[in-house]
């Protein structure tokens, strides 16, 4: 049954009807289709180099591949742990500046694009370094030079010993069709990309979201369920009613409090798949908007936020973060083990009389956009409250979830949550979102760092080169732990909590493996589903 948005919101008025009388809907469903409901108005891309919006992923993760890849359901801890995907072996010279990778030969792309060469890998590491969402994840390869039809060669411009995780598996960095590209057009192939994954790309709807079917040519094991469907529901009512009615078989869950709880009530055979730690929710202090270009302005915001209440709030997903990272991370810390004036307890008074000594008495006021997705509003609204206390009258202007990140990308914000899944590699958030490399730029040119920190303020690019060169890791741990240092000092980003990232699937489907980790998507290769 082809769904659209109208579909829905019928379903969810006959749904709403249906359960008033205590009767649940049902509707029989097709065994060799799985369908999954995506919390956001529409598709943007679904070329991987150039996804902007989380929810694009639950697609490219099933069309595209990268060199290697940690098993499914997890991050690997570890360079070792790193699986061959569509490269089979490679290697690293002693200061892990110059990488071999060999390719698997047979693999073929989607829609007969022929097998997979060199050709194609170095294209799209090219593609992902010039043009990618990425770049400065990549700007430490210098270059990448196929050596022979199935083998590639990276020299990096400093040495890491981390590449696997912060380069090869990286969605920007999966490997598309270079002949595709050229057919198709640079424009068409945002939306039509081809790649080598299980699954292949059907049709790209920007009202309904994107239709893939099984890849018969796949080198690995093929796909156990034909077809899989992204359909976008940003509506939380919706989204939830078409699960309980049988029209979706997972669904983003609603990331707010007590929700699992709820919807467990209306279903306890409902299976919850949830990762840890999940995303990182920050919270961008934009250092260009006055008065939080002033230290002690930004110190007071952080002594009225009650990041334990946040997190408690937000159980069972939420989790503290002291810092940046979580205490279990690498370079991540606990409260108690940072210096008493970098710990920041909650503290309204303290606040106030902060917020006074800047010259604020009276307190401040401003506005701030916000998403209407339920993970990025309630902990939003949560702030809300907990700063007003304190002198902080911020007024939330929620809007539609894509939105609201172009309107981030075009450094329209002035305190602006981030949520985003980043592996056991703390670089990368640093990276990201506070290199000044990554300063967002009001034509959307720019990256993450929404701060303009290392811009509008001296910032921590020095010490993320010493801790990409560092050629030990306990020298690049402890570079990373001084990143952490500098952050709380400067304040010019809040790491608010944890978020366990959720979906909510049918008993009927059995996705093949258990979810204990990893970026906000899975795989449904393995899956396999009754009716």
């Not at 990276?154 to 890491?160: H, S, V, Y």
């Not at 598996?169 to 640079?186: C, D, L, P, Q």
């Not at 800047?358 to 993970?375: K, V």
Request: glycine share 8%; charged share 20%; net charge negative.
């Amino acid at each position: 049954m082809a769904l659209n948005r109208r579909s829905f919101l019928e379903l969810a008025a006959a749904t709403t009807a249906l359960t008033a009388i205590g009767v649940q809907a049902s509707h029989a469903q097709d065994a060799d289709t799985l369908r999954i409901g995506i919390a956001a108005n529409g598709p943007r891309h679904s070329d991987p180099n150039l996804t902007t919006q989380g929810s694009d992923n639950w697609a490219t993760e099933q069309m595209y591949e990268q060199l290697v890849r940690p098993d499914d359901g997890r991050f690997a801890l570890t360079p070792e742990e790193y699986l061959p995907t569509l490269a089979t072996e490679w290697t690293q010279s002693e200061d892990a500046k110059s990488w071999t990778f060999k390719l698997r030969e047979g693999v073929q792309f989607h829609r007969n694009y022929g097998e997979m060469t060199s050709e194609d890998v170095v294209f799209s590491f090219e593609r992902a370094i010039k043009e990618g969402t990425n770049r400065t994840i990549l700007s430490n390869i210098e270059s990448v030079v196929a050596t022979g039809p199935y083998e590639i060669a990276i020299t990096l411009k400093q040495p890491d010993v981390n590449l696997l995780g912060t380069s090869i598996f990286n969605n920007n960095t999966s490997i598309v069709s270079k002949k595709a590209y050229e057919e198709i057009g640079g424009e068409a192939f945002a939306t039509d990309a081809v790649g080598t994954g299980p699954y292949e790309l059907v049709q790209f709807d920007p009202e309904f979201g994107t239709r893939l079917k099984r890849h018969e040519g796949y080198w690995g094991d093929k796909a156990k369920i034909a077809n899989v469907e992204c359909v976008y529901i940003a509506d939380t009512t919706a989204r939830t009613l078409a699960l309980l009615a049988g029209d979706v078989d997972i669904i983003e869950a609603v990331r707010a409090p007590g929700w699992i709880d709820s919807i467990l009530q209306r279903d306890p055979t409902l299976k919850i798949d949830m990762t840890t730690p999940g995303s990182f929710n920050t919270l961008h202090i934009n250092l260009t908007r006055k008065p939080f270009d002033n230290l002690l302005v930004r110190q007071a915001l952080m002594h009225a936020i009650d990041r334990p209440a946040v997190a408690a709030a937000l159980a069972p997903m939420g989790g503290v973060m002291a810092g940046l990272q979580p205490d279990f991370f690498p370079a991540g810390f606990k409260t108690e083990d940072l210096p008493a004036e970098l710990q920041y307890p909650y503290d309204p008074e303290k606040s106030k009389a902060l917020l006074a000594e800047a010259g604020f008495p009276n307190g401040i006021s401003f506005d701030s956009l916000c998403s209407q997705r339920e993970d990025y509003s309630s902990t939003m609204l949560i702030v809300q409250e907990l700063i007003r206390p304190a002198g902080f009258n911020m007024n939330l202007i929620i809007g539609d979830h894509t939105a609201y990140h172009a309107d981030n990308r075009s450094d329209k914000n002035t305190l602006a949550m981030h949520s985003s899944s980043y592996p056991p590699i703390p670089t990368q958030i640093y990276f990201q979102q506070l290199a000044s490399a990554s300063e967002v730029k009001s034509d959307g040119s720019g990256g993450g760092n929404y701060s303009h920190y290392g811009v509008a303020m001296p910032g921590i690019d020095d010490l993320l080169n010493q801790a990409l060169t560092a050629s030990d890791y306990e020298t690049y741990l402890d570079l990373c732990k001084q990143i952490e240092l500098q952050v709380l000092r400067d304040l010019p980003l809040i790491g608010l909590s944890t978020l366990g990232f959720t979906a909510v699937r049918s008993a009927k489907v059995d996705l093949g493996y258990e979810v204990e980790s990893g970026y906000a998507r899975w795989r449904f290769h393995r899956a396999t589903k009754t009716v």
